[in-house]
């Protein structure tokens, strides 16, 4: 562990308070800066207000950064950026990250600067309470927030209000290594919180007493949209078909080899060719549904992703009770989404869309919505129901949940 001047007696203190934080603080870098304290990747800076602290306030701000640095905070806010594009407020995402952080520590009964943005009050006042502090570090890791906090206008007015009434200023730089988070780094730091929090059960204090209920201890690894992109990418690839236009390579050379020696020719053996075939993709949408949208534009930045990198072709439905809209998107998804035809109401049928879908047979489908409905016979094509968590289970198909 690389130390600081001005963090060195903060961190030998937190060693004592927090055995837990104070292994996960002997992989972090510690640094002095002439800028507000904040973290960096794995590095921790500490500004020149640092030193001006109470000696209980500088350890509660070490355990902080420690806690950011630990849960990856800052290559996590890069990978997201990366999903959100130019819709990514980096203030959002260190937002989330502090809430999570401080109530985290005020759990473990270890010092924070006041005042503090906390999850609970965070989820209260944008609409989303949690029954108790702990329910909500069950529930809430910082990337799920932080997506929640991205949701519509009002959402970031409130979330932004709430800031502002805590005198929060972001202390999180996104990583600047590029590319989000490293797997192999990832795997790492599992392994150092899982001895880290074993280190502080043995002890009987900090944040190792907190168990498993601290959900961004282990996030979800794979956003949805990769899970999506790879069903989709399945789906549409085209496998070679036998042609008896041409022989296989291997026949040929069989035959070459029969002729030379005089041996009995090989039976012979159909090559493979690929066709002109087209995938198709059909996306429906349950303009009914309870689908967001943010996560509308997600879903439809990796199908506008699949169509240009298969050539597939991109069939729109809109529906409720009956089909609403159908056209073939050729200018990308994401344009469909942005000139308000995809609107509805009412309730959803699911049998129309399936009859169509049948017609068209399509390479795959993928159907947005809340499965409120009575799901019927399956198509007879792959279907990928794309439902926010919590929806009821289909009878057939593949289920990929939006948990945002």
Known sequence: MSHSARARRALAQLQEVDPALGVLALWCTHRDTNAPTFTEGETIYYGPGFESLPAHEQVGVAAHHVLHVALRHSARSEALAQRLGERFDAGLYALAADAIVNETLIAADLPVPRPAVTLGALLKDIGAPSASALTALADWDADRLALRLHRDG?????AAEH??????????????????PDEDKAADWQGHLVRAMEAGRSAGAGIGMLGRVIADITPAQIPWERHLRGLLAKAVAEAPQITYRRPAGRWVAMAAHAQETGAPDPVFEPGRQRTAWRPRIVVAIDTSSSIEPLTL?????????IA???GAEIIVLSFDTVIQSEHVVRAGLL???????????????FDPVLERLRALAPSAAVILTDLEAVVGRAPGCPVIWVAPSGAPMPPWGHVLTLDT
């Open 154 to 158: 009002a959402t970031r007015a409130a």
């Open 163 to 180: 800031g502002a009434a805590r005198a929060f200023a972001p202390d999180l730089a996104p990583h600047q290594g590029g590319g989000g």
């Open 297 to 305: 534009r997600l879903f439809a930045a990796e199908a506008d992703g």
């Open 308 to 310: 240009r990198r298969t």
């Open 335 to 349: 344009s469909a989404l942005r000139d308000g035809s995809l609107t509805g109401g009412g309730g959803t049928d």
